[in-house]
Each structure stands twice: as structure tokens, then as C-alpha cells.
């Protein structure tokens, strides 16, 4: 077998200048030319004449250049035009500074050109992709075939890169080894990968370029999903955990002292717990509800029947603020029930901080409410029973580090209002279950979402008014991007002296990231009192915060918030009877933040809210992956593959239970594979490879 390890600099066209630029973009050897994969393909095998373009759509023509020039604008602009034409007509090829383009042409030149064609007075092309033929062999790369376009920087370009692809792809990709067994292959209609690896760079017919593709991409989740599933193993194996009794005193003088009677799914929700507890298996499971959805008293049913069986429970938050409401709520719903609840914050006297931590190492702290510095930290329990994690959408690792520091095996509840779909949840969580609740408590009066330009802010605050007077209270959030920008945080300050002038009359707060917790936390104790009308602040009001009298929610500068940011600040109001307001004043100018804004315009479901962000960041953003601590996919995508991930996740389960540690000489192969994508001591494959 050719050894694929090799330098890139031993392919024809590789100088040391250009194996520079290569190294910079993460190209060292051969086998990283070969996984470099196409952006995208053009079909120039079927390359238009320039009289059949079609203003509107992208086109690839191939056409004389007849006269080039360029001028200056009214604005000063410098624009560049090529006149290019065959038989049929000629159409202008026009770029925007860009003076030095003129260098580049000569008259009688034949070029290739891809790009929206536009009308005015006559057809042109708006910085199109283009490149000049030669007359040679060599054009034949780069023409009357499919053609690969690669993601390249400015300093590469495409038809010395393809050339160099060509040469790579016709003298190594018989080295590529299959890495698939051959049944596996089989099943799954795979084709091989070497060819596949060809294919995908220079493919001899679209049907051809689809199989290579899926089957790269099926590679891609074999791997995630075995990794995975090894993880799992690894994190699990004779992994007992408590068998818990569900009835009691405890539980049921709890039930009685419900506020409100629980919902329909949040019965169904507890239900689902319950026979986790029950069952010697850790509980491993994940809590999915929209904002508002109540979420809270479900994880506190699972606290208290952990309490009951005589061991602790652990509660952690993403906020300092968000753990002082949990701290403020649970207090108070399990006072009579004589359990002791403790909130381990960040702005403790190191003193008090010891004599806590003390406590919970003793056992004297049934529930012990926190961030995600508890376990960061490594605080020690008597015995841990249950560890809740609210509002985290990056789990992954905390719940890892959890579970390996402790020598029990905690039940686990994580929650999260980001709704995913079941099998991107499955896909992203692992074996995780799954727990929905699916609908809102009765009695809310329901949210107005509405809309107002910078220009028309006063519109806004005559709402906030309006609501103050009837007796309700407002949030007016102000984006901080960066907390070390002092700019921003200046912004909000300011923000918060000219509301003061505008509601001279009204008591006007101001809550930011950068007070301490104490005084945050005094700020949300006089909101939550009502001794502020109208509370300023920064996106730390953004998870979780209960307070139901607010009925409005003014978003400054909306575009510049995420669009699940702007779903959890609204799920910050219509938590009562009173119909609420969230207005978002921006003026957006991209088309992304455009999207954002008319998405929250559109609906408060929160499903099809995460669907379009989804759609706007695309899955790697949108689950951070990064922090999961998952590989990232090169052309795979979790949710137009979704089919492929299904099947590779079936076969990388199968693999797992019938060779645990990829022994079998038909599966020699994967291992190294494994190892390019996690680490060998995530996968406790120190045996093999
Ligand atoms: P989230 O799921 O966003 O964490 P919370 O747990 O904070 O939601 O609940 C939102 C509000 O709804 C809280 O004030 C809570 O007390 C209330 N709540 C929860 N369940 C019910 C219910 N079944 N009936 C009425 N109100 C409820
Ligand atoms: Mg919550």
C-alpha cells in the first residue's frame, strides 16, 4: 500500500512557497490533500452559450474575453469589467475594487466564469468565480466534467489547487484502505472508500458524486457513534447505581402541598422518573420543556423522593442568579417537610464556604443548590443521590466529569428548554432518555409579540408605561456581547440614567454581569417585591428567572441577540394571568438578524423557534459542539443526514456489542480512525490500536 503519511510537498505543483500555505490551512501530508473535500461541484459538462443564461439564476459559461477596462464610480468605487462573448452574445464580468483585477486578462483569452447572472441594460456577472483555460491537456481538469470547488483562502487558488487535487487523487487514492468490514459495506449499499475518496473530488456523473458522498458522511457518523457508544461503556460498565423507593411520607405530604396541580405531561414526566428510580440502573435522563413549561417542581418531585431514600441531592444552575431563585423557591416548598436545603454561592465568605462544604461532606445538607462550579470544583457529598442540572445545553462534559470524579453513581436529570428533536437528541446526548413536556400550565394570558424600529422606541416604553400603571413590571434588556467590552456595559448603564429621566415617577433598577452576587441578588429581591418598576438589564435575566408579575419584556438592539436568546428572554413573561408584551426594538440590517426577528414575529413555539435557528447557525453552532465535546463533521450534517445518522448509528451499536474493544480482524481498521476523532482514554481502548 502507498503510504498516504507522505509530505505534500512530493505532489507535482507543491513548492516549498505553496507547501507553506497548504501547512496553514491544515494540510501536511497527502492523506490531508485527499480528506480536503470540495465545497461544492460545478457541472461543466454541460456549460452554457451566453445566450442561453438566464437572468437570475447561477450559471457557468465559457466565453472570449473581448475588452477589459475599469472606471471609477460616483462614490469613488473602482469597477473592473470584462466584456466576455462567443456566437451567441456578450455579457460584462464586473468586479468592485479590486484594480489590481486587470492584470489578470488579456484579450482572446477563453475563461470560465460561474455566477449569478444579473440584467440591466446588458447581462453581467457580479464578482464572479472565474478562471482562465490555457489551451492545454491540463484544461481538461477543469472542464466538460464535473468539477470540484474547494473552500480555499485568498491566497490559493482554485485551478492550481484542482490540478493539484487531480494529480493527488490519480496517484494515491488506491492507497486509501477500506476501513469498513466488507458485510457492514454491504448492507448499507456502501461503496468502497478509496473510490468514494475519488469520486468526491472528481466525479464521473452526479449519481456517482451522491453514493461517494454518503458514503464519506456515513463514515463520519459510524465514527461519532461508535465513540460514543464506547464512551457510554466506558462510563457505564458495572455501573450500579440506588434503587430507590418511591413511596413515603416525605413524597406524599409533598404532593399535598402542591400549589397547583401538576399538568398532564408533567404527571407523565414524573411517572418516567419514577421507574428510573426505582431501577438499581442510574437514572441518565433528559428533561426537555419549553420556557415556562415548569420544569423546576418536576426535578424537585425527583429531589425529594432522593431525599427520602436518605441520600442528597445536588441542583445546579447556569447562573449565580438563577441558583439564588432555585435556592429562594425550593426553601421555601420544602421548609415544612424538615429537609435542609443549602446554596453553595460563588461570593461566600471563604469561612462560611468551608463550614458548608463541611456540612454537605457530613451529610448534614439534603439538598445542595449551586452553578456548575459544584462539581467543577469537586465539592464531596456524603452521599449523592441525584444531581440535577438545570438550563444546560452543554452538558456534556460536566456530566462526564461528574460522573467519573465520584466512585457512586449518581441519578442524573439534566433539563433543557432547547427542544430537539428526538433523534438529533439521541444522536447529540448519546444513550441519554428523553422526557418531554409538552404544554404550558393553564391560566396564562398569553404573550403579544411585537415590533418597533430604533426611531419608534418611544412606542415601547408608552407600552411599559401603560403596564406600570396597571400594576405589572417591565424588563428592558440590553445586549452585552462581551463582558470585558466596557463600551457595552457602558451602553447599559446609560441605558438605565435616560429611562430613569423618562419614568421619573417609576422605580427604575439596573442588574448587570459585572455586580457582585450579593448585589444582584438584592436587585432581584426588590424586583421580585416590586420595589422596581422597570428593571435594566443585561442578559443575565436571560434562563430561568420567575417572576411572574412582569408582563413586559423590551429587547434593546434585538439583532443582536441569538434567536433561542430571544425565545428565553420572552419566556421570562406570560408567566400569569395578564396578557403580556415582548417588544423587540432594532434595526436589523443582515439578513440573518431579519430572519431572527420575523421568526420570533411568527410563533412562540418553541420547537419551530429552534428549528430556525438551527436552519440560520446550522448544527455545529447551534449545539456548541465543541463544548460536548464531539467531533466535528467535516461534510456530515446532523440534520439533512439524519438517515444516514440513523443507520450509522445501528451499526456502531451492533459493532460495539459484538466486539467491545474492536479486536476482530475485520475491524482492525477502526480503531485508528476512532483515535483521529477521541482520545484513546475517552474510549478505554488502551488494549487495541
Ligand atoms: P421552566 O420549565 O421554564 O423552568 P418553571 O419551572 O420556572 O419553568 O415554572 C414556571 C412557572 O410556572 C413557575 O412560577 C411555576 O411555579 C409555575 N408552574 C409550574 N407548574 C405549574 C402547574 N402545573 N400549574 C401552575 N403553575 C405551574
Ligand atoms: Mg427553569
Redo the contacts with the bound molecule.
Sequence with gaps: MKDLKVSARFIKGVGPSRLGILNKIGIETVEDLLYCFPRRHEDRSRIKKVGEIRPGNFETIKAKVLTFGDRMSKRGMNIFQVAVGDSTGVIHATWFNQPYMKDKFKIGQELILYGRVERYNYLQMNNPEYEILTGTKEDFVHMGRIVPVYPLTANLNQRWFRNIMKFTVDNYADGVSEILPYEMRKRNNLMELGEAVRNIHFPVSEVVLKNARDRIIFDEFLILQTGMALKRASIKMDMTGYSHEIEGDLINKFKISL?????RS?SKVIKEIEEDMKSPKPMNRLLQ?????????VALYAIILTVQNGYQAALMAPTEILAEQHYRNISALVKELGIRAMILSGDLKEEERRRRRHMIEIGEADIVIGTHALIQEGVSFKKLGLAVI??QHKFGVLQRALLKSKSANPDILV?T?TPIPRTLALAVYGDMDVSV?DEL???RGGIKTLFFEEKNREKAYAIAEEQVKIGRQVYVVYPIIDESEKSDLRAAIKMHKDLSGRFPDLKVGLLHGRMKSKEKEAVMHDFKDHKIDILVSTIVVEV?V?I?NASTMIVEHAERFGLSQLHQLR?RIG?DKHISYCILVSDPKTDDAKRRISAMLKTQDGFKIAEEDLEIRGPGEFFGTRQHGLPELKIANIIRDRAILETAKEEALDLIKRDRFLRLPENRMIPESLLSKFTRDDLELASVG
Design positions: 400549589p397547583f396541580q401538576l399538568t408533567q420543556g419549553d420556557v415556562g413549561s415548569g420544569k423546576t417542581i438545570d438550563e433539563m428548554a413536556i400550565p393553564p391560566g430561568g420567575d411572574s419566556g408567566r
